[in-house]
């Protein structure tokens, strides 16, 4: 593949939440359920792209995020599985599903978010990941994603092939597409069926309506169990049928679909070797158990709260709320971030530099557990807790975000900060600073500069620790 897979669309929050039922609701015959767990992942969009990502693939999703703790926790999940987001803004909430399920049965599902808000302009590095792409899914939730103008000029100046993976409150998909895999009911809802038509004949008018409304090379329309009917120039559609049966959970199965199909046609596939390929993928996928299978293990989610002196400006829902004021205002997000333990004149010179870049300040702080794995089992010294609440206490600093990763990516593709800045050697390795922080690359995703700024020469928290056992054992 001479690019990355790019998957472009509205990227939604998913939870399964399990429990059990013994009894019914005292004042209304429904069943109480009691939660035994909860799991987290990617839904949308940026499941497609984690099916992707899985196979092994570089994969890129362009999706909104919305400054809330839904947005946060959904960077998070996407950087565990190595997609690389590259944000646009989000008006709004996050959208969220929920299950309630009991003995693998789904009882109830919940959804929040409200109606879709505008997702904000692309960079310029956005525009060009889809021009270098290897293949762009545009996996559509009706969110508005799939209806940004410069997206779809975008997509229409692509050479990669596009796979439109439609949604009937969706826009039309852009002219001149390799394949659309609408599933029956999607083809349905935007070409009406004919009174008394068969189920094949029914999917093969929808499919070839449209492949002419839409210009597209080719329509495979998902059968579920009974595998895809492929529709292109030809007069006679092309049945696909699953390897063999299969039951199961299905959630995620169209997703997984179009993530085969958008990876063969990467790889140089035809269009019908790429549909097969999906059927046998979609299916193997449903008899391995759905998405509890095939999804890695759960990140934790980032710091909610701290409780304490400074706790209201440490944690996500702190972040957030500084977020949507500091943007409303029309200001400058600025952050930072390190391991900051034990804090001293040094880091405090690089906070009130910082400080002074803009309208707000976000230390990006690694946890426990992520300072632990850069610097060894007897670091930190300080607790995260104690950290986080030193930092807030900084007049220069208005939130403190807290994250177990081994780098702040994930944060700042949620925090997506104007100004990243950092201070210490960076500044005095010679060339172009700015270009060797490893976070540079991430602040273009969505139009950011990072920025170094003077080091107080001489300051070091690992040369003060050394320097304090010196001292004990003399």
């Not at 209806?147 to 000029?153: C, E, G, S, V």
């Not at 172009?432 to 690359?441: F, K, Y």
Request: with cysteine; charged share 20%; proline share 7%.
């Amino acid at each position: 593949m001479r690019g990355p897979v790019v998957v472009l669309g509205d990227a939604l929050l998913d939870r399964d939440v399990e429990g059990v039922v013994s009894r019914l609701c005292p004042d209304s015959p429904v069943p109480v359920l009691d939660e035994t767990s909860a799991t987290d992942r990617p839904g949308g969009a940026g499941l497609a792209a984690v099916f992707a990502a899985a196979q092994g693939a570089e994969v890129v999703l362009v999706t909104a995020l919305a400054d809330d703790a839904g947005g946060a926790r959904l960077s998070a999940l996407l950087a565990a599985a190595g997609v690389q987001v590259y944000p646009l803004a989000l008006s709004g909430a996050t959208p969220e599903k929920i299950r309630l399920r009991a003995r693998g049965r789904v009882l109830l599902r919940h959804d929040r978010g409200g109606t879709s808000g505008e997702p904000g302009q692309p960079s310029d590095e956005v525009l060009r990941v889809i021009g270098a792409a290897s293949a762009v899914l545009v996996s559509d939730y009706g969110r508005g994603v799939a209806r940004q103008p410069a997206l779809r000029d975008a997509l229409a100046a692509t050479r990669a092939p596009v796979v439109w993976d439609p949604h009937p409150r969706g826009p039309a998909a852009v002219p001149g597409i390799h394949l659309a895999t609408p599933n029956e009911s999607e083809v349905r809802e935007l070409v009406p069926a004919l009174p008394g038509a068969s189920r094949l004949a029914t999917a093969s008018r929808g499919a070839q309506g449209l492949r002419r409304r839409w210009r597209a090379g080719a329509v495979a329309v998902t059968l579920g169990g009974d595998g895809a009917l492929l529709c292109h120039a030809g007069s006679t559609p092309l049945v696909v049928p699953t390897p063999g049966s299969a039951e199961g959970d299905t959630c995620g199965a169209g997703d997984r679909f179009a993530a085969a199909a958008s990876l063969a046609l990467a790889q140089g596939a035809l269009v019908s070797e790429a549909v097969q390929a999906a059927v046998a993928e979609a299916s193997a996928y449903v008899a391995g158990g759905g998405v509890a299978a095939a999804l890695p293990p759960p990140v934790p989610p980032m710091t909610a709260g701290v409780v304490g002196r400074g706790g209201d400006r440490v944690g996500v829902a702190a972040a957030a709320t500084l977020l949507g004021e500091v943007r409303a205002a029309g200001g400058t997000v600025v952050a930072t971030g390190g391991c900051f333990d034990l804090v001293h004149a040094g880091h405090v010179a690089t906070l009130q530099a910082a400080r002074q870049l803009g309208d707000c300040l976000i230390v990006c702080l690694n946890s426990d557990v992520s300072v632990a794995g850069l610097k060894g089992p007897d670091r930190p010294v300080m607790s995260e807790g104690d950290r986080s609440r030193l930092l807030a206490a900084l007049s220069c600093v208005d939130a403190v975000l807290v994250f177990d990763e081994p780098t702040p990516d994930a944060a700042l593709s949620w925090v997506r900060p104007d100004i990243w800045v950092k201070g210490g050697d960076y500044a005095t390795g010679g060339g172009d600073a700015a270009a060797t922080l490893p976070e540079a690359e991430v602040l273009r995703r969505w139009g950011g500069n990072t920025v170094v700024v003077p080091y107080l020469d001489g300051r070091s928290t690992t040369d003060m620790i050394v320097r304090s056992i010196g001292e004990r054992t003399r």
